[in-house]
């Protein structure tokens, strides 16, 4: 049997058995409650836990890890392709890799853009969360002096 024969024969049965089946996704029996989440204040709801120490660690990791090491890598790959371009001057090849190059940069430049908006988020909301708890806090200073604690 030829390999185009053999290949149409797979894909028919493929396709049959596709009209004829049906596949739910759905999650493994030990996983927990899938309805309606439950009410705040309920004994089943978990508390906000939120730490400024958390996210100024990550903001930090991004910052002096993740950052420096996508700008290494794309440093690197820069390189070997610029390289490339050059060893196949000439040809339809240099073009696509100029252009894959091309599109490789704007990638790079998106992925950079984008940790710097997580990091000033994740600095943001450390700063708004104490804020909020320094707030709060002051708002019950008036009742602890009403009840003398």
Known sequence: MSFEREWAQRKDE?????????????????QGPTGQPP???SSQSPDLAT?????????NSIENNIEPGTR???DVADESVRGAIAEFTGWETSA??????SHWDEQVKR????????KSALRSTAV?????DLETEAGFVPVSKVSGV
Do not use: I, P, Y
Request: hydrophobic share 35%; aromatic share 2%; charged share 20%.
């Open 72 to 74: 290494t890598a794309a």
């Open 51 to 59: 730490t400024s120490a958390g996210k100024k660690k990550a903001a």
């Open 39 to 41: 009410l705040l204040g």
């Open 96 to 101: 696509g890799l100029k252009k894959a190059h």
């Open 14 to 30: 493929v396709a049959d058995r596709h009209s004829t089946q049906m596949r739910l996704n759905q999650l493994q029996g030990d």
């Open 128 to 132: 708004l969360f104490s804020n909020n």
């Open 111 to 118: 992925l950079l853009g984008r940790l710097s908006q997580e």
